[in-house]
Structure formats: C-alpha cells, structure tokens
C-alpha cells in the first residue's frame, strides 16, 4: 500500500515538474513581462519581454522589436535573462534524472540505492530551478510596483502594469518547486524494500538449511 502510495507521488511529481518546466520555458521567451496602454493612443498596447518589445494595435497587427543592446537593459531585466535560461537548464536537467530514478523504469533496476540518488538529485535540481524563476519574476513585478506608484512621476506619462507572463512564472515555479519536492520525498521509498528483501532472503536460506537433515533420513 505504502509503495502504491509513494508510487502516486512519483507520478504527480513529474508531472508538476514537467508542466513548471514548460511553463518556464514559455514565460522565457514570450514578450509579456509588462504591459502599458498609452492613454493618447488607446488603440496600442505595448508589451515587454526579456527579449523584445512588442506594439499590438486594434487591427491585431504585432510589431516587434529586439532589444538594442543587452548591457542597455535595466539590472532586473539582465539579470533574470541569466536566471530564466539558468532555470531552464536545471529544469530539463532534473526531468531527466527524475526520469530515471522512478520506480517504473528499468535503468538501474537492481541497484535501488543509484536509483534513489537518481531521484533525489532530481528533485534537488528541480527545486533549484524553481528558485531560480520566482527570484527574477518576482523581482521584476516588485520593481513594477515600485515604478507603478512612484510619486516622482507625473500622472500623464504612462507607467508599465503586469503582464501575463509573471504570473505564468509564479505558477512556473511554484509547480517546478512542489514537483520537486514530492519527487525528493518520494525517494525513500526505494530503500524500505531493500532491507527486508534481504531479512526474508537470509531467514528463507536458514530454513532449508535447518530442513535439510530432515530429508537425507
């Protein structure tokens, strides 16, 4: 029942893991980090991407335009480039050790103990890579907020709001955590079976053993 249970986890670990992963690959690239309506031209809606800027007009027209240069960027924006590729990285990383340390694969089958260094490094990565997409999302949305409500700033010029994809980095990474998480807890599970195979292997040799006098009379 128990292994039943740990099993179930595995399996919904991984799939957390794999849709985090996905959903962070996404947020990466799409160009709705921040959004900002002019109000003298309603009709425009600027979008902001790690990557690019975009103008969306009523027509449903998409103009986009890469950034000039990277080191023009703001800090923010620089650094969760670096991180958001890091994540990526360690997410598809931890999708393949995980891979190999579940109990339904044969890769390692009879050495329970690889398997669940397997799992366990899988799960570690994959936390990692779920920090590592909060961190710059969140920063980059406190960073909105602050220039959002900067007094500084007179009330006509149009300020940048949220965009899309923070909140698909939020869900990216909490999913990327929690997967993690259930795939490192998960790992246990393969070494209850070992010590008991073992207890029942030893006492099943000593009863033939004890047996055996018994047959030659």
């Known amino acids: 029942m128990a ?4 099993a179930k986890a595995q399996g919904g670990g991984m799939l957390l893991a ?19 309506n002019l109000d003298l031209n309603e009709l425009e809606v600027w979008n902001m991407g790690l990557w690019q800027v ?13 950034h000039g240069s990277f080191l023009a960027l703001p800090p923010e924006l620089r650094i969760s480039r670096l991180l958001m590729c890091l994540s990526n990285g ?7 050790l995980a891979a190999l340390g579940l109990e339904g694969w044969r890769t390692c089958e009879d050495k329970p103990g690889r398997k669940r260094q397997l799992l366990l490094g899988g799960g570690v990565t994959l936390g990692m890579a779920g920090i590592t997409t909060l961190v710059p999302v969140s920063w980059v949305a406190y960073n909105t907020i602050l220039d959002f409500w900067d007094e ?11 965009g899309e994809a923070t ?14 998480l259930l795939l490192a807890c998960s790992a246990r599970s393969t070494t209850t079976a070992t010590p008991l195979s073992g207890k029942a292997t030893s006492s099943g040799q000593h009863f033939v053993l004890l047996m055996t006098p018994w047959y030659h009379h």
């Open 90 to 96: 360690l997410g598809l990383l931890g999708c393949l």
């Open 152 to 162: 500084t700033v007179p009330d006509i010029v149009p300020r940048w709001e949220f």
């Open 18 to 36: 794999l849709l985090g992963w996905i959903s962070s690959c996404v947020t990466t690239f799409v160009p709705l980090w921040k959004n900002l």
């Open 54 to 66: 975009c103008i969306t007009q009523e027509e449903g027209v998409v103009e986009c335009q890469a």
């Open 167 to 180: 909140f698909l980095g939020w869900f990216a990474g909490a999913f990327l955590a929690a997967g993690g």
């Open 3 to 6: 292994g039943g249970w740990w």
